[in-house]
């Protein structure tokens, strides 16, 4: 997880897109292949308008300004080529190599659309940080750090059917499950994120309060880093794998809809169940193997640490209680003692990156689209870093035939042999997929959970009340999202920044947003994306392609003026799309 | 007197420097490469490098201090790594909170405490003394976040729809506003430390909603301070309770309250007039002593009823070694409380002349 | 939590030929106290509850029985077959736990874990403490000033915090725990020592010992220091109480390793269950509150007891 530390919000879309594009990038269809909704609504502002209302006094830029990255040299690891505004609605996105996944990317809430000049203006100062200006369903009112973060609804949002239901919105923070629950049950706020497993049946035992179940779109597993002993030993590895009763842990410590994991790659991910499902639970064996393993190490006995973070994710709902029950079964099924190693969460990231994480250690993810690439390139592709000390090379090249290939079959078979790779070296003891849930008031029409933690709160109506009020589990770092990881930012930066293409709501298809259409040309090389006309940002500036170019630039060259953010260090950019412009020298 | 209180200035001076170097080793002495620790795994060697001289982390330790130290005398606490903010802006949002919260945590522990011990010494061995001490013992033994977290569910969830219902979290409700000074006098276009000194008198919600006439934010503030305040104030409560107590015990015992008695005052007067102005005084150190207590449980306090203030940002800071935060927070609170001691032992030479002779 | 210095004249009023009577005398006076009885007994209950433990609990207090028990149920409500708990569910007289553990064995065991810091901490800090104050109080001038505004800068930071960070410095351990509420308690005692020995110093006895020639150091801990004692003791029992407090209080807030029957981490690990499972937090916040009133009944009862100045 060193790309997007907190990356639990999982962001997909649908299986449906990403199979159409596939199909017309082969079939060499030249219409949409997108088959997602058209526009939200009759009234919105419509892409079927004329290209006269196009300003002819437009001044397309382009970025690079002159020439285009130098794709497949060492000094970039990038697919994005080119971006150019042809003109006033219409953006084109030139890549190295073909991206099955380019919609869903592009739908990323992290890649929403900046006015120019606004950047212009508030990013050398950061001011922006703060005070976002965005077309989305809402503006930034107050944030008083600590407290809450306040919304009015846009009154000139271009989508009028779709705009805010209820005039204010506020979004507060606790760490504390119990805490939001309070918080709910006494009638301060309208929704909460996260119950606690224990509190779901509360919830719906109460008829003033209703739980919406997000399906799980995440992983949870235990990690070794294979280069330090006595990880080192793959017998001890794959003994530890079946010594672990994933079952119970599931019924005893998940919430419901939760499942044990068969693969690292959720099945409701395309190519995300090829191979064989993981080593099943079978005590004999991992004994006998255990033994082996330790012979071959000649040590009699294992006594490490189980390394982990109180930071309650969907893949993670109960983090020191199961990792007692993990503790426990290691002792009881294994002989294995583990001592218990809470970490403070920054810290064990930063362990965990730096490969420093000696113990057996609890981590997790969630998906930001749908595809393998996101859950498998992050952990064990080629430059996965040191998670779990060094990526093993014949995982690695399966990954990369899977990532570069358009093809069906060759991605399945691809991706089989990865899975049954990544079965037999065991970096990781795939454990669980973990289903969380948001709960609110009865009275709140639209609510929903979200399998993205991508909530839509301009849809939902609290009642007659002037304010929808929703606790999450922290506070936004910052509102520039484009670098920001963590789930709490982005759904913070949703509200007011919109992207591209957006997921449906509720769901994970990517559907057409501030663009009316992207579509690709043969080779999905070459994407061309007509912006709807008339869209405002709240401080009344148009919506044109230039923002969209500038609002990628920003992020893509590290040269560039508006490179600028919270800590500067935009993970998700090369989390995915390969690479900086003008990385940093490391 | 003049002199007593200079000599006390004195002797203060010594202890800020000590306090200076202490938040300076304890911030140094936390484990981890200081760089990667605060900027993260991805910081690169050129992020790092500049790092290490903008924080003058190349530089021997003496020089660092002295570096530190001149900092702090630009009034220049550093930037949070976490929030890439200046300290100081954080401590204009975040002190207010801790200081409504211990003030009116100890406005409540004398309010109750006082009058509880009087009663309780008045009344020695009765059945009032015996259950005032009962509670008082209890009080100083429950854990505050104990406390806390029963208050909350009482309050918030067992008597939700009823008059005596209380938010169990946060500052405010929704919708409810606290209008910056700045604001409402039209100062908006103030800057720099008069700006930043408005904003901090702002960030008191119940003195800047009071003065301004926003009575209904004023309330809404108040409500939600009450149940951490009583969770904060029960431990002082006990204390103040208990040695009001035994200090009233001691000086009724003593031969000018006999004499007193002998001369046939009534025991109202007695008790008023000679014995609890001169139980005042340990009284009156007691209630100084408390605050370290009451910083002290904000943190935890502030956790239970998700108060941002200083104490939680100070633990947060600490987990997340945001070591900047810590030095600058630590550095803070404990000036404010080595200058309320200052403040208590002047109360104390006022009102024991003798004390000033020592 | 007084600073004021009790001079406690008692101890030189007696005759030391006699010390089998003194020590009935002051024996006899703390049983008079009725909090000091109260607190006794619960102290000694809790001490045979800590050395008896393994004896006492009803299971291992580490053992998830998930598997291991029949019918036993996550966070179950305390069963105790006596009182009418049906049979066929198993017995455990204060519930379990999120992890399936017998909640009233992790707070047996926890005595084994409060009890032994919180006295550690403070006879640690009542060691340096004394050593601290006794040669400011004694040596006085620039000694005294130097050590005494050392303790100041303690004494400035509030304490939890302190202890926090000192915890997360050195690593959190139970061991550094201990040291990190010792560390920030010495303060307490050296100015309590130091009062003790600068008023009993300009006492006739000891300027007489002076004139007989009887060396600083015979002076300090035959002379000055037995007036120290009475209230490093009652201080330091209160202390204790404090010091279980604290532990609780860095376990509750993460700065304590997780894992072991400690209560406050057993309240920190189940603080989300107030509300569905209150037992598991109520049991060891009642076991904290029971431990820190003995300590405290115990301290109220000495200082009662052996300051003759309350007794009207």
Known sequence: MSRAPMSWSPRLAVVLAILAIVVAACGGATTSPSTASEAPSSEAPSSAAPPASANPNFEGMAYPESGEAPCGTADYSGIMKKITAVDELTVEFQLCAPDPAFLPKVAFSVFGIWDSDYLAAHAPDKSYLTAPVGTGPYTVTEWTPGQRLVYAANPNYWDAANAAKTPGLEFHWSAEAAQRLIELQSGNVDGMDNPGADDIATIQGDSSLQFNVREPLNTFYLGFNVTKAPWTNEKIRQAIAMGIDRQRIVDNFYPEGSEVATHFTPCNVPFGCEGDPTWDFDLDAAKALLQEGMTEEGITSISTKLQFRDAVRGYLPDPPQIATEIQSQLRDNLGIEADLDLQESGTFLDNNAAGNLDGIFLLGWGADYPDPTNFLDYHFGAGSGKNFGEPFDDIAAALTTGATSLDDAARQAAYAEANNLIKQHVPAVIVAHGASGTAFKADVSGQHASPLSNEVFSVMQAADRDNLVWVQNAEPLS??????????????????????????????????????????NDDATVWTCTLRSGVQFSDGAALDANDVVVSYAAQWDTQHPLHIGRSGAFDYWPGLWGGFLNPPAS | MIQFILRRLLVTIPVLFGIVFITF??????????????????????????????????QPLPTQFVIYVGQLAQGDLGDSIKYSRPVTALLVERLPTTIELTLLALTFAILVGVPLGLISAVRRNSPADAGTMIFANIGVSMPVFVLGLLLAYIFAITLKDTPFALPPSGRLSSGVTVTPLAVVWGLEDLQGLPRAFLDFISGLYLFSA?????????????????????????????????????????????????????????ENAVILRHGARNALLPIVTVIGLQLGLLLSGAVLTETVFNLTGAGRTMFDAITGRDYVVIQGLTLVIAVIYVTVNLVVDVLYGVLDPRVRLQ | MTTAPTTAPLVEAVDTARPASLWRDTLGSILRQRSAVIGLVILGILVFVAVFAPIIATHDPDRVLLGAEDGVKKRAAPCIHLLGCPADQPQHLFGTDGNFRDVFSRVVYGTRTSLPIGLAAVGFAIVVGTLIGAVAGYLAGSADNV???????????????????????????????????????????????????????????????????????????????????????VQGTLGIGTAVLEIAALAFIGAAPIGAPEWGSMIALERNQLFTAPHIILAPGIAITFTVLAFNLLGDGLRDALDPRLNR
């Open chain 1, 479 to 520: 509102l520039y999202c484009g670098d920001e990881t963590d789930g709490e930012s982005l759904r913070a930066c949703e509200q007011v920044n919109e992207a591209l293409y957006s997921y449906e709501i509720g769901g994970t298809e990517a559907i057409p947003h501030l663009a009316s259409e992207c579509a690709p």
């Open chain 2, 25 to 58: 080793v304890l911030a140094r002495i936390i484990p981890g490469d200081p760089c990667r620790a605060v900027l993260g795994e991805r910081a690169t060697d050129e992020v790092c490098d500049a790092f290490i001289v903008r924080y003058g982390l190349d």
């Open chain 2, 210 to 266: 009071l003065i301004s006439g926003q009575w209904s934010a004023w309330a809404d503030a108040l409500r939600h301070l009450i149940l951490p305040a009583i969770a904060l104030g029960t431990i002082p409560l006990a204390i103040i309770a208990r040695i009001t107590r035994s200090s009233l015990l001691e000086v009724l015992g003593q031969d000018y309250v006999r004499t007193a008695r002998a001369k046939g005052l009534r």
């Open chain 3, 147 to 233: 050590l005494m505004r050392a303790m100041d800068v303690v004494l400035a930071f509030p304490s939890l915090l302190l202890a926090i960070a000192i915890v997360i410095s050195l690593g959190t351990s139970y061991i550094n725990a201990l040291f990190a509420i010792a560390i920030v308690s010495v303060p307490i005692y050296a100015r309590l020592v130091r009062s003790s020995v600068i008023s009993a110093k300009e006492n006739d006895y000891v300027t007489a010992s002076r004139a007989l020639g009887e060396s600083g150091y015979g002076i300090l801990t035959r002379r000055i220091m037995p007036n120290a004692i009475t209230p490093i003791i």
